[in-house]
């Protein structure tokens, strides 16, 4: 099974910040992220988000630009939210159906933390997502993985 964690596009500023939607630039983001993974030849097989405004809509035009919004929805989950415990985590992961691709679209700093927990980094600053940035984790067990790739707007020319 691989994970993509993807780590929100750059928002607007906002008063209520589960409101913040995505700026123009974080839209620009998202559309380049998917074309990158549309050209790795990805195919989700399940997609989450977290219930922010601005990480369901990173998935909601990651999905529409890759063209497989109609074939994969977009599913809102609270363990994708930094509140969530390591434990809580683990067990919503673990109860995924075994998929091919999985995409995580989520907020820093709990996403890169489980990418690093995944992979055995115990410094926190040997790994970070910048916004929209995404990491690739294959994993048989879902307690370790190796890093596919790590990809950021700024190495897709943004």
Same mark, same amino acid.
């Given at each position: 099974?691989?994970?993509?964690?993807? *780590?929100?596009?750059?928002?607007?500023?906002?008063?209520?910040?589960?409101?913040?939607?995505?700026?123009?630039?974080?839209?620009?983001?998202?559309?380049?992220?998917?074309?990158?993974?549309?050209?790795?030849?990805?195919?989700?097989?399940?997609?989450?988000?977290?219930?922010?405004?601005?990480?369901?809509?990173?998935?909601?035009?990651?999905?529409?630009?890759?063209?497989?919004?109609?074939?994969?929805?977009?599913?809102?989950?609270?363990?994708?939210?930094?509140?969530?415990?390591?434990?809580?985590?683990?067990?919503?992961?673990?109860?995924?159906?075994?998929?091919?691709?999985?995409?995580?679209?989520?907020?820093?700093?709990?996403?890169?933390? *489980?990418?690093?927990?995944?992979?055995?980094?115990?410094?926190?600053?040997?790994?970070?997502?910048?916004?929209?940035?995404?990491?690739?984790?294959?994993?048989?067990?879902?307690?370790?993985?190796?890093?596919?790739?790590?990809?950021?707007?700024?190495?897709?020319?943004?």
């Amino acid at each position: 099974m691989k994970l993509y964690f993807l *780590r929100h596009a750059e928002a607007l500023d906002g008063d209520d910040d589960a409101a913040r939607p995505l700026s123009p630039h974080g839209r620009e983001q998202s559309e380049a992220m998917a074309k990158f993974l549309s050209k790795a030849d990805v195919k989700f097989s399940a997609a989450f988000a977290s219930p922010l405004v601005r990480a369901h809509q990173t998935g909601e035009i990651v999905l529409r630009t890759m063209g497989i919004a109609g074939d994969v929805k977009l599913q809102t989950v609270k363990e994708l939210l930094n509140e969530t415990s390591d434990a809580q985590w683990q067990r919503w992961l673990n109860s995924l159906a075994q998929g091919k691709h999985v995409l995580l679209v989520g907020h820093a700093p709990s996403l890169a933390d *489980r990418v690093r927990a995944l992979l055995r980094i115990v410094d926190a600053n040997a790994l970070n997502l910048a916004k929209g940035a995404l990491a690739c984790i294959a994993t048989d067990d879902r307690r370790s993985g190796e890093l596919k790739y790590l990809v950021s707007p700024k190495s897709l020319g943004l």
